[in-house]
């Protein structure tokens, strides 16, 4: 496989070059690796910790079959594997008060985020993001001065539009795959993994398209799609999108996590189904996915796990901590699969 994903780097690869990237789950890491790694600081409830690691975090990274090279543009820290790329920005709103002029700093950090990643792909000559990863503080607070009134969430979702819309990029349809979860502080925080083809945007029959969402959800609407297919070299990857309990529009079974858990697990299979009907490779199943659960009250954990872990198959599941986007939002699941590709 060109693209291999590694879900616990304890064992870190002799030739650390082929580190893409990775994603670091649990406290913040003491030192930066040199590769790309994106922080993400929340407790650890559940995972697949391989013996004699200290438990309390684990390091996700994509493995190449090909040396990398990278770099840091514009504070981004980047590598790329022949035409694969795979970066990490952080942003401190704090930064973003003077230039705010009117709008919240935290939509001002997340357009100028996404301004310049997209920078970054047009000057690397791989335009095409795949899927991408956001956390932020906070994210169904609302701050004081511009912006008040206005749930962090939002804020943030009309930087990113406006970003896309700036550079001449779709804010609808053809989006990438993506999840925006809240942390219990820290800097705005973005990785995406962008390539030389379009993704295959999938959307999800029972869920209207969150580009489509009405205006009771924000100014904006959020810009990604449901999952995408994309594609390495000889190689199909879909990335299902962080997804909830959500049919329509509408949050259903608020207050009762099991079956939001239930819910948002039914619309993984069904966007597997519509993913399956666009795939160049064998259908994917539940059993193969690989699965990271947000979860706002740590103490749910038992009420869903049983239930959890029979859906998924058999599929490996991590569990963090994290705050979904909307306040009655108690769960949220992602996941991805990969498959070697005939060509
Ligand atoms: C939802 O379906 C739940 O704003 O990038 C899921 C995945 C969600 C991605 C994003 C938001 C995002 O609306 C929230």
Do not use: K
Not at 211 to 236: D, N
Not at 238 to 262: E, Y
């Amino acid at each position: 496989m060109f693209l291999r994903f590694e879900p616990s780097l304890a064992a870190v690869p002799r030739e650390t070059d082929r580190i893409l990237g990775a994603a670091r789950l649990g406290p913040a890491a003491v030192a930066r690796p040199d590769w790309p790694c994106q922080q993400v600081t929340a407790p650890l409830l559940f995972g697949h910790f391989p013996a004699s690691t200290v438990q309390d975090e684990l390091t996700e990274a994509w493995l190449s079959a090909a040396p990398t090279q990278g770099g840091v543009s514009d504070g981004i820290v980047w590598r790329r594997a022949g035409e694969l790329l795979y970066g990490v920005l952080e942003l401190d709103e704090a930064d973003f008060i003077d230039a705010a002029a009117g709008m919240a700093p935290l939509q001002a950090a997340s357009a100028e985020a996404y301004r310049r990643i997209f920078r970054l792909l047009e000057a690397q000559g791989l335009p095409h993001l795949w899927r991408i990863w956001n956390y932020l503080a906070d994210i169904n607070g609302e701050s004081d001065g511009p912006g008040q009134g206005l749930e962090r969430y939002r804020q943030f979702n009309i930087g990113r539009q406006d970003a896309f819309l700036e550079a001449d990029r779709a804010a609808v349809g053809n989006v990438p795959a993506a999840c925006a979860i809240g942390l219990a502080g820290g800097p705005l925080s973005i990785a995406f993994l962008a390539g030389p083809t379009p993704a295959v945007p999938v959307e999800n029959p029972r869920q209207l398209s969150a580009y489509h969402y009405p205006a009771e959800y924000g100014p904006r609407s959020p810009t990604f799609s449901r999952a995408a297919l994309v594609h390495p070299p000889s190689q199909e990857i879909l990335f299902v999108s962080g997804t909830a309990s959500i049919v329509g529009h509408r949050t259903v079974h608020p207050g009762d996590v099991a079956g939001q858990c239930r819910e948002a697990l039914l619309n993984i299979a069904t966007v597997i189904t519509e993913a399956n009907r666009v795939a160049r490779s064998r259908p994917f199943t539940a059993g193969e996915l690989d699965y990271r659960v947000y979860l706002r009250d740590a103490a749910d954990w038992p009420a869903i796990a049983e239930a959890l872990l029979a859906a998924t198959e058999g599929g490996r599941v991590v569990c963090v901590q994290a705050d979904i986007c909307r306040a009655d939002l108690l769960i949220e699941i992602e996941a991805f699969a990969s498959h070697a590709l005939e060509d």
